[in-house]
């Protein structure tokens, strides 16, 4: 797993952050995706030391490979709402 840090972030996930009303926060391991009127999401690490180490979002634990990628797949999924 790549590693990942703020400014490693693809300009176009920062813009669709400022273009959305999705709040980030974060406690300890666990990203939380915030929108008014709508169900948080939680994205947590999966395996972390092993061959399959992913990240995870929501109760059905969909993978993502990276941090990134879960945000963007988190914002779309409270989008559709």
Known sequence: MPSESATGIQSDL???LRASDIRISCRITEVRLEKARATTLAIKPRGVGTD???WTIGEK???CNSL???IIVGIEILNRG
């Open 14 to 16: 920062l813009e669709t």
């Open 52 to 54: 399959t180490e992913c």
């Open 61 to 63: 634990e969909i993978p």
């Open 68 to 70: 990134e990628e879960a």
